[in-house]
């Protein structure tokens, strides 16, 4: 075991740029501190013996080990392994579960798959396990949960990593391994398991990404050079869905009568991607006049509240593997709501898991800052709304909706009485110090639903049907309800007083409404 504080050119130079150690096995990590500070005896890998008390030097153990995630209950763990008489020589969660496949390697003497099932039973958290047992010799074993890993195979050559790009120039074919599943790899050849310890079977994915697109490509950073790259990320994701000029879906598997039952919409994410649901947010709910909440991912994941089982949960991630992200998507899976992805990463465990997924086509991201992500998915969002006739209708029905409120709730004083005139006025004229004067109120009322009778009609006409009397009636109903609904807001914020006259005049103005749209189609249908 070889271990280095700092950077990746310690260890290099430590190890004679590897050729200091022998083998054609190993295995390697780079730790982010989260147990202990950064030393060399906190770093990977951890062993399951002491090794001179420092875990680097000549191996001691029956195990080692590497693991990037985080074990939740390392500390019960440990509790119970000091009992076994196991000593400790870091300050590391990863140490703690290296010697708990080490505790049920001993203790059963049935090899690694039952070694790693009852370890994986056992550790709550996240990881992405990586092992070596000194009995086999060749082998390396993976375990999964929650973290991100990827096998690649290549010319009786096998690799482990946590993403694509760090595995990519040797080899575009990789294997996605599951959550809660373990493998075994020898030079080749992978051999996945499951918690029972039997064996399944996966197919390899290829990647249509190019080695290039993981390297600098002469620019000074990935930031820089990820940022120049926006425009073709853009132009790629949105020419993933555009066919003839149209937005084409089927490759999300998601139809427009879908669209239309969701009654509601969550967007569920983590840092910049919640920054994109922020955003489109206002893009949806302006074009698509659906009721839109953004979540950060651990609140929706930990918090109680009520969701609507008739909504959509669209979960936005990067990576496809946050942990937080991933964990909401299973939640909501759990209570029966359909959930789409939008990931950049094809294969990452949001989108395997993801009733339905849109790829943004981004392309690897390197830096920690995202670019490309965030741009291709804010254009995914508006490209996507934008497109729909029927959300183009909505758009316009919320904006008629919206100056009809801004018309008869906004801009009001405050009544001591709103019922004082229940009634209203009926008559077209009035009586002022003795003379009649035309009012317009009445003719406003009138005026007000015709456009909003039409275009409620005009946006819903699939579910209404045709014929003079189906429309007539059914604008009515809708303009009375509209109607209703404004005075009962009147009288409750006291912005208005509730009168009988309004709610007739609504009505009446929203059946001439329908009469109008029925005679504008059949104008149409002429023509």
């Known amino acids: 075991v070889v271990k280095a504080k700092g950077r990746l050119s310690n260890l290099i130079e430590k190890t004679d740029a590897g050729n200091a150690l022998k083998g054609t096995c190993g295995i390697g990590h780079t730790r982010w501190a989260t147990h202990g500070e950064p030393s060399q005896t906190n770093a990977h890998p951890h062993v399951s013996g002491n090794c001179s008390c420092s875990g680097s030097g000549a191996v001691e153990s029956e195990v080692v080990g590497v693991h990037n995630g985080i074990i939740e209950n390392y500390t019960e763990l440990k509790e119970k392994l000091l009992k076994h008489g196991y000593t400790f020589y870091s300050q590391t969660d990863t140490e703690v579960v ?200 651990s609140e929706f994941r930990y918090r109680k509240m009520p969701v609507n089982q008739k909504a959509l949960v669209i979960v936005v991630s990067q990576s496809g593997e946050t942990a937080d992200t991933l964990a909401a998507l299973r939640l909501a899976k759990e209570k029966g709501i359909t959930t789409l992805a939008v990931v950049n990463v094809v294969g990452s465990s949001i989108a395997r898991e993801a009733d339905k997924v849109f790829y943004t086509l981004a392309g690897p991201e390197i830096s920690v800052a995202t670019t490309k992500g965030w741009k291709s998915a804010i254009v995914t969002w508006y490209q996507k709304f934008k497109e729909s006739v029927f959300f183009r209708k909505l758009f316009l029905l919320a904006f008629v909706t919206s100056m009809i409120l801004f018309r008869t709730l906004l801009n009001r004083n405050l009544w001591m009485n709103p019922l004082s005139d229940v009634m209203g006025g009926w008559g077209i004229w009035e009586t002022v ?95």
């Open 98 to 297: 290296i010697k708990l496949v080490d505790y049920y390697y001993k203790k059963y003497n049935l090899g690694p798959i039952d070694a790693i099932a009852k370890t994986m039973v056992r550790v709550r958290g996240s990881y992405a396990l990586e092992l070596m047992f000194r009995d086999y010799p060749g082998e390396i074993w993976v375990a999964r949960k929650d973290s991100p890993m990827i096998i690649g195979i290549a010319d009786g050559e096998t690799y482990v990593a946590s993403d694509v790009p760090a595995i990519l120039k040797y080899t575009r074919n990789v294997y996605y391994i599951g959550n809660l599943e373990f493998a075994k790899l020898t030079p080749g050849e992978a051999h996945f398991y499951n918690l029972d310890g039997d064996e399944i079977e996966k197919q390899t994915t290829e990647i249509k990404w190019d080695a290039e697109a993981a390297e600098k490509g002469g620019f000074e950073h990935f930031m820089m050079k990820e940022i120049h790259e926006q425009p073709k990320a853009v132009q790629d994701t949105l020419n993933s869905v555009i066919k003839n000029g149209t937005i084409d879906l089927s490759s999300v598997e998601i139809t427009e009568d879908e669209i239309k039952n969701f009654e509601q919409i969550y967007i569920v994410a983590c840092g910049s991607a919640w920054h994109v649901g922020m955003a489109a947010q206002y893009v949806l709910e302006d074009i698509a006049d659906i009721p839109v909440r953004v979540e950060l991912a």
């Open 433 to 527: 110090n003795g003379e009649q004067k035309l009012t317009t109120e009445c003719i406003e009322n009138v005026i007000m639903m015709v456009p909003f009778s039409a275009v409620v009609i005009w946006t819903f006409e699939e579910k209404i049907g045709n014929g003079w009397k189906k429309v007539l009636w059914q604008s009515g109903k809708m303009a009375f309800i509209f109607s209703i609904s404004i005075e009962i807001l009147q009288l409750l914020l006291r912005l208005g007083t509730f009168q009988l006259s309004d709610i007739f005049y609504n009505t009446l103005g929203g059946m001439i409404g329908g009469l109008m749209y029925c005679a504008v189609m059949k104008t149409r249908k002429r023509l």
